[in-house]
């Protein structure tokens, strides 16, 4: 079936350090990839998407290359700041029968000091 | 609000006894998917539906799990007999239509202890 697996965390970083968060999955057709992020107390929020091969998903300086070859998604972002302390999760949605759900990582939470 | 609405945010009950737990989507969403998230895990599927109908209720853990939607809107997850190993956050989301690539909206989920 359809996995996805993410680097472990707590990755703590310094603010204005280069970010990567490694994700890759596994998956029979062709899905979609997404990186969701739940912040203290909020609910899961949708940070970026890509539907097919070579998309580039971006927002809020984060962004994520869907690479096919290497069933790839990592997040990156440039310059972190104390704001984007959070836990990232991602996640794919493959068209099964008449469902589109999605399939979950396990969660990287980032923390970024000062 | 305009977003996905959970209550309640928090719910206790005794090892054994009936549980529901309610979800009120955006206004004209039609599917709506209901998750488990265990302590430091990712969300798990475990219902969707297209309208009034559970189009794939597969993540369903075993028979004490059920869940409803009568009117195409809100949807409420029922648990019997309730053991520990159901204390978890359950989130309801909900998307306009079912097709891979359109976002889904997440509530705040509703966290159950079951003691």
């Known amino acids: 079936g359809d996995s996805v697996t993410q680097m472990e965390g707590p990755v703590t970083l310094s603010e204005e350090a280069f970010l990567t968060i490694n994700c890759t999955y596994t998956a029979t057709g062709y899905p979609s990839l997404f990186w969701y992020v739940q912040y203290p107390g909020e609910g899961l929020q949708l940070l970026l998407k890509a539907t097919k091969a070579d998309d580039k998903g971006s927002n809020k300086g984060f962004e994520a290359t869907y690479r096919k070859e290497t069933t790839s998604f990592h997040l990156e972002k440039g310059s972190v700041q104390v704001s984007d302390s959070a836990v990232y999760f991602c996640a794919l949605s493959e068209r099964t029968g008449t469902a589109s759900k999605l399939t979950f990582g396990t969660g990287t939470r980032l923390q970024v000091t000062l | 609000g305009a977003g996905v609405s959970q209550t309640p945010s928090n719910k206790v009950t005794e090892k054994g006894k009936y549980v529901e737990l309610r979800c009120d989507p955006i206004s004209g969403h039609t599917a709506l998917y209901w998750y488990r998230q265990s302590l430091g895990q990712g969300p798990e599927f475990l219902i969707y539906f297209q309208g009034t109908g559970a189009a794939d209720d597969s993540g369903l853990p075993n028979d004490r799990f059920f869940a409803v939607r009568p009117e195409g809107s809100v949807s409420t997850l029922k648990i019997q007999r309730t053991e520990r190993g159901d204390s978890a956050v359950y989130l309801c989301?909900?998307?306009?239509?079912?097709?891979?690539?359109?976002?889904?909206?997440f509530g705040q989920g509703t966290r159950l202890t079951v003691v």
């Open positions: 989301a909900s998307s306009f239509s079912d097709t891979p690539n359109t976002e889904a909206f």
